[in-house]
């Protein structure tokens, strides 16, 4: 069984040598699919933590009559953590939103100038609450409208519903385009694997027919020509690994620019899943390449 196995590959790569810029395309052309599943992957990766960025950032305001007393305030506060859906409630003065708002438009003098001129403090005390969850947050703006209180004054639920919409609408105009790309690069990879172990049985035809008269079984002539296609998908899966990693390195620092405050590590995400990644995409590429092969065979060395 090691001799066979020995010759097997043998004969594969004398496959390959022989049609060796036949070859160099269909690597090429592997990789440029799996380039494009990994891209479409990473687009994935980034819009989910965008989306979770957003959600994270979901604000619930109360605003609160300026005549409400510091007791009255601090029991609706009270009572609004109770709810199962609230993780933290930070209650703003008066006084502290204006010190904020202040350094907000500290650059901008007509504000201060009008601030000046009022003579007081227009600016409500706020209750600001912050959702356990991402995933409950419309649960828990529907129970805000519906509490009655005297002293709310006006409720801001900005849920950033809009640009999370935006976000998944952008992310699946990606996943379609991508995916016609990586539909097209199957099919060529299927055509190019195909006409490579085709060019290779005409090159062998003799040996073939060599084979059978001296009565090579079945699979000992087939094998080679599947060798042949196992070792483009593994070549082709090493090359992208090569190339990726770089490309993913260039990336990140942009990533942490655009999504400063939130731990978005492609780079590590990749690190992390390379088996699980990696090896599920030289799976698909050699069932692609064996398909192919085998298609070819049958058709061509008439065994």
Request: charged share 15%; glycine share 2%; hydrophobic share 45%.
């Given at each position: 069984m090691f001799t066979a196995l020995i010759r097997i590959l043998k004969l594969s790569f004398q496959d390959i040598g022989r049609n060796i810029w036949l070859s160099i395309v269909t690597i090429i052309i592997l990789i440029l699919a799996l380039f494009s599943i990994n891209s479409l992957f990473t687009v994935q990766i980034i819009s989910q933590n965008a989306i979770e960025a957003v959600k994270s950032k979901v604000d619930i305001n109360l605003y609160l009559e300026n005549n409400a007393s510091e007791n009255e305030i601090l029991k609706l506060k009270a009572q609004i953590e109770k709810m199962p859906e609230v993780k933290e409630v930070r209650y703003i003065?008066?006084?502290?939103?204006?010190?904020?708002?202040?350094?907000?438009?500290?650059?901008?003098?007509e504000i201060i100038q009008a601030l000046r001129e009022l003579g007081k403090n227009p600016l409500s005390p706020s209750l600001i609450i912050l959702p356990e969850s991402a995933d409950n947050t419309d649960i828990l703006i529907a129970n805000l409208k519906a509490y009655q209180s005297d002293i709310i004054e006006s409720r801001d639920f900005n849920d950033n519903a809009?640009?999370?919409?935006?976000?998944?609408?952008?992310?699946?105009?990606?996943?379609?385009?991508?995916?016609?790309?990586?539909?097209i690069f199957i099919l060529t990879s299927l055509l190019v694997v195909y006409n490579s172990i085709r060019v290779a049985i005409y090159t062998h035809r003799r040996e073939i027919n060599i084979m059978r008269l001296v009565g090579a079984s079945t699979n000992f002539i087939y094998m080679p020509f599947i060798a042949s296609a196992l070792i483009y998908s593994l070549v082709s899966v090493i090359v992208?690994?090569?190339?990726?990693?770089?490309?993913?390195?260039i990336l990140q620092p942009y990533l942490e620019v655009f999504f400063m405050g939130y731990n978005v590590d492609i780079l590590s995400y990749f690190t992390t899943h390379f088996w699980t990644i990696f090896g599920v995409e030289f799976l698909i590429v050699a069932i692609i390449n064996i398909l192919a092969s085998l298609i070819a065979v049958k058709r061509y060395a008439k065994v």
């Open positions: 003065s008066q006084q502290e939103a204006l010190s904020s708002f202040r350094q907000q438009n500290e650059e901008n003098p809009v640009i999370l919409e935006k976000i998944n609408n952008i992310t699946d105009s990606v996943n379609q385009v991508g995916m016609i790309i990586i539909l992208i690994i090569a190339l990726f990693y770089p490309f993913l390195t």
